[in-house]
């Protein structure tokens, strides 16, 4: 069974910088990652997909790795903005026959300080 | 396009009582997804549908919930008899197909609570 972990589960960072959010995952047989966001209230917002076959992705400050053989992806956000404050989901696809789920993280809530 | 619509965003209701979520896919997806939100779980996925059939269903917790989509434009998440510990947020998705390659859209959500 697949298992979806993101460490750490809150993070407080000062706005500008640089940071890294992480995800690991269990079975390494996937098909796609995606990094989501989700601010309070609301539903999830699809930031990056990486295919298996891909080791990154990015959309402007926003940059997704992948890496299948260790079950690990990153987000890197650059020069965080108050913005950026929300909940990043990390969730993945895994291969199961004809079968299509993808499993969530619990999500890394992230808090910009000014 | 409007995206992903559910109804109501917000529902209160006692034990017992019957809860009809309601969801409008976007326009020209093929696939649409039901996931339950909670702090204790995150996220999960309930049931899935390829062209208004049900492909997995093997969330569904018990058979107090069941899944409807009887057109490609509408799909409706039903629980009967409602508990507490069916509180929750539950979310609506949608893709232009189940499989790899498409990212999936999610609509706001809708808050339970069942006293």
């Known amino acids: 069974k697949q298992e979806v972990t993101q460490i750490p589960a809150a993070l407080s960072v000062p706005e500008g910088e640089n940071l890294v959010l992480n995800c690991s995952f269990t079975?390494?047989?996937?098909?796609?990652l995606q990094w989501f966001r989700q601010d309070p209230g609301k539903g999830l917002t699809s930031l990056l997909l990486?295919?298996?076959?891909?080791r990154e992705q990015t959309s402007g400050r926003l940059n997704a790795s992948l890496d299948k053989s260790s079950g690990r992806s990153t987000l890197y956000i650059a020069a965080s903005q108050p913005g950026d404050s929300a909940t990043y989901l990390c969730?993945?696809?895994?291969?199961?026959?004809?079968?299509?789920?993808?499993?969530f993280g619990k999500g890394t809530l992230l808090t910009m300080n000014p | 396009d409007a995206g992903v619509i559910q109804s109501p965003r917000h529902e209160v209701t006692e034990m017992g009582q019957e809860v009809t979520l309601r969801c409008k896919p976007i326009s020209g997806h093929n696939s649409l997804f039901w996931y339950r939100q909670t702090m204790m779980r995150g996220l999960e996925l309930l049931i899935y549908f390829n062209n208004n059939v049900p492909i997995d269903d093997s969330g569904m917790p018990e058979d107090r919930f069941s899944a409807k989509m009887p057109n490609a434009s509408f799909s409706t998440l039903k629980i009967q008899p409602s508990e507490p510990r069916d509180s929750a947020v539950y979310f609506c998705a949608s893709s232009l197909a189940a499989n790899s390659y498409n990212e999936q859209f999610f609509g706001p959500g809708t808050r339970l609570t069942v006293l």
């Open positions: 969730a993945v696809i895994s291969s199961g026959g004809s079968n299509y789920k993808l499993t």
């Open positions: 990486i295919q298996s076959s891909q």
């Open positions: 079975d390494s047989a996937i098909y796609n």
